[in-house]
């Protein structure tokens, strides 16, 4: 979840993300799926949901990213984003 927060003190969900497998074709790849991570969805969202201008002079620089993944059946704990995906959270703006 990316969040922004705005002038009256409310904190304001800009983009959502989750991990999406994605499967390919193996007869055109060695791999037999890709990972979206949910870093890149939640930043994919906050565009789509508010466009490019406002995400990258506006909100990006401004925002908070919380990433979780699930530790158990029932339980969550906060992580860091992976080495790929820090690169992209900086390129955007958001620290």
């Known amino acids: 979840v990316i969040v922004f927060p705005s002038p009256d003190d409310e904190i304001q969900v800009i ?3 989750w991990n999406h497998d ?3 074709d193996r007869a055109k790849t060695n791999k037999n799926k890709v990972v979206l991570h949910s870093e890149c969805h939640a930043i994919a969202d906050a565009i789509k949901r508010n466009g490019e201008d406002e995400c990258f002079n506006e909100l990006f620089p ?3 990213i919380f990433i979780v ?3 158990s059946d029932f339980a969550y704990e906060t992580c860091h984003p992976c080495p790929k995906c820090d690169p992209l959270l ?3 703006g958001i620290m």
């Open 69 to 71: 993944e699930l530790e």
């Open 22 to 24: 994605y499967l390919l």
């Open 90 to 92: 900086r390129a955007v």
């Open 15 to 17: 983009g959502k993300g």
């Open 62 to 64: 401004k925002a908070t």
